[in-house]
């Protein structure tokens, strides 16, 4: 399978904790992206990168998360000091930039199938 | 800033029967819009998505959307349910002036129940 990978699929953990979650995009993939979906509610966007740049962030990500592109493959969000609100499935997606950036892009983004994050 | 208002949170039909899931969208501006399937315990699959090009948007698996500016909406239909429709459909829109194609705004949801 050559889709996004998630890792790990469930964590719990007690208030307090860090956490960390990686990403393998699709490979050729420039953009990925890091998306929070409460129970619910629809994905909310939290940050993206193209190649190893992080080149947006959301005001959801707060000074205790912090996510990492270091070599533009993989991507590692780490939460510090989890909270219960923290708790949530974090989505990851990728997607190919266009010949001439957005102008191209398709807009589709590919997603992996989460990590789920409960938080004691 | 744009939004996006899926007016049913749960639809549930019979199979064979038509589907309709409504989406209402608010965009400054020429918006993109999509839709994004979610069955359980997989990641988020793109059904179809509208770029300004023609407005009736023929996706995966017989749904298609019709873009309705005057209406601004983008509700998604199929002909004919089948069982394995039963998932969480996202109505998804996105600008070039917020956020471009790296942020998209996803509707609350609606799942689609399909009984026998």
């Known amino acids: 399978d050559t889709g996004v990978s998630q890792d790990p699929r469930h964590k719990i953990t007690k208030r307090g904790q860090n956490v960390t979650f990686r990403c393998d995009p699709i490979?050729?993939?420039?953009?990925l992206y890091w998306y929070r979906q409460t129970l619910g509610q629809g994905p909310e966007f939290l940050t993206y990168?193209?190649?190893?740049?992080?080149?947006?962030k959301s005001r959801l990500l707060s000074d205790r998360f912090s996510a990492e592109r270091p070599k533009g493959s993989f991507s590692t969000l780490e939460i510090q000091r989890t909270e219960q609100g923290d708790s949530a499935m974090y989505l990851c997606?990728?997607?190919?930039?266009?010949?001439?950036?957005?102008?191209?892009?398709?807009?589709?983004?590919?997603f992996g199938e989460g990590s789920r994050l409960t938080v004691l | 800033a744009q939004s996006v208002t899926q007016l049913d949170s749960h639809v549930s039909v019979s199979e064979g029967t038509p589907v309709l899931l409504r989406c209402n969208y608010s965009?400054?501006?020429?918006?993109?819009l999509f839709w994004y399937v979610q069955h359980p315990n997989k990641g988020l699959q793109l059904l179809l998505k509208?770029?300004?090009?023609?407005?009736l948007v023929k996706g995966i698996n017989g749904f298609e959307a019709e873009f309705k500016k005057s209406e601004t909406s983008f509700h998604l239909t199929k002909p004919s349910a089948h069982m394995s429709d039963a998932a969480e459909y996202f109505c998804?829109?996105?600008?070039?002036?917020?956020?471009?194609?790296?942020?998209?705004?996803f509707g609350a949801g609606t799942r689609l129940a399909v009984h026998p």
């Open positions: 997606a990728s997607s190919p930039i266009g010949l001439a950036g957005d102008q191209y892009n398709t807009g589709e983004l590919f």
């Open positions: 490979s050729e993939h420039n953009r």
């Open positions: 990168f193209q190649n190893e740049a992080q080149l947006e």
């Open positions: 965009s400054s501006y020429s918006p993109s």
């Open positions: 509208y770029t300004s090009a023609a407005t």
């Open positions: 998804v829109v996105s600008d070039l002036f917020s956020g471009g194609y790296n942020k998209l705004i």
